[in-house]
């Protein structure tokens, strides 16, 4: 294989792995900001029953359901106990 060629064929196979990495950097680093974001939508639905808005608690759950993401178990559970206080609220008041 002619020199320039060869050497043109080197600089292609690095530049691929290169954009090959940098693609998963990027990837890894997204996932990472995702996973950031859906851990502090669940921290807002703990903050509002805290407060005892277990309705707002429950959107803050259902947010992450909307977008696509498994809840973990412990926040499913979570969820349930809101929504049964929700409800108890709502027959204590009603």
């Known amino acids: 294989m ?3 060629i060869s050497s043109r064929v080197r600089f292609m196979a690095n530049n691929r792995r290169d954009i090959s990495r940098d693609k ?3 990837v890894a680093a997204f996932e990472a900001k995702h996973a950031a974001i859906i851990a502090r939508t669940l ?3 703990d903050e509002a029953a805290a407060r005892h808005d277990y309705t707002q608690a429950v959107r ?3 947010t992450v359901r909307g977008l696509g993401h498994d809840v973990p178990d412990e926040y499913e ?3 349930q106990g809101w ?3 929700v409800d ?3 027959g204590a008041h009603g």
């Open 2 to 4: 002619p020199r320039a």
């Open 60 to 62: 803050w759950v259902d």
């Open 43 to 45: 921290g807002w639905a």
């Open 24 to 26: 998963s950097e990027r």
């Open 83 to 85: 929504l049964d206080a």
């Open 77 to 79: 559970a979570k969820r």
């Open 88 to 90: 108890r609220d709502r």
